[in-house]
């Protein structure tokens, strides 16, 4: 049997308000890294933006993260992580990616190996994740 690399799909917005889409997205990600045949996807984060994002508009972090939860409350993979929303200010999104990874190397009881990503996380992309591309080959680097 062939060996598929476990992977947790992280999307990091304001989801001011969640919407269809968002949760789409991730069926579609899944469906195509399963059919690479290299992946398993095993779970979803959605990370709600702190309120300090500063966009216009924006309905305090606890109203996001609850309209999330309800939108996912039936959703066997993909689950709300708040962390990001509860940082005292915003947080770029290679901190946020390295919170998750170093959760998930705990979680999973997964020892990291130097230089090597063991655990991949893969972020997906919206509309303002291009900016932030240059950090993420640091990920899993301390």
């Known amino acids: 049997m062939k060996h598929l690399t476990p992977l947790t799909l992280l999307a990091c917005g304001s989801f001011n308000p969640i919407t269809n889409m968002h949760m789409r997205l991730f069926e579609l990600a899944r ?84 230089g090597e990503n063991n655990w991949p996380i893969e972020k997906a992309a919206g509309a303002s994740f291009a900016s932030s591309l240059t950090d993420l080959c640091d990920v899993g680097r301390r």
């Open 31 to 114: 469906d195509h890294l399963h059919q690479t045949g290299k992946y398993r996807v095993i779970g979803g984060i959605i990370s709600p933006v702190n309120d300090d994002y500063g966009k216009q508009g924006l309905a305090a972090a606890k109203h996001r993260v609850a309209m999330a939860q309800l939108a996912l409350e039936t959703s066997d993979w993909i689950r709300v992580d708040p962390w990001e929303s509860e940082q005292r200010q915003w947080s770029e999104t290679v901190v946020v990616l390295r919170h998750h990874y170093k959760e998930l190397l705990k979680s999973h009881h997964i020892k990291e190996l130097p």
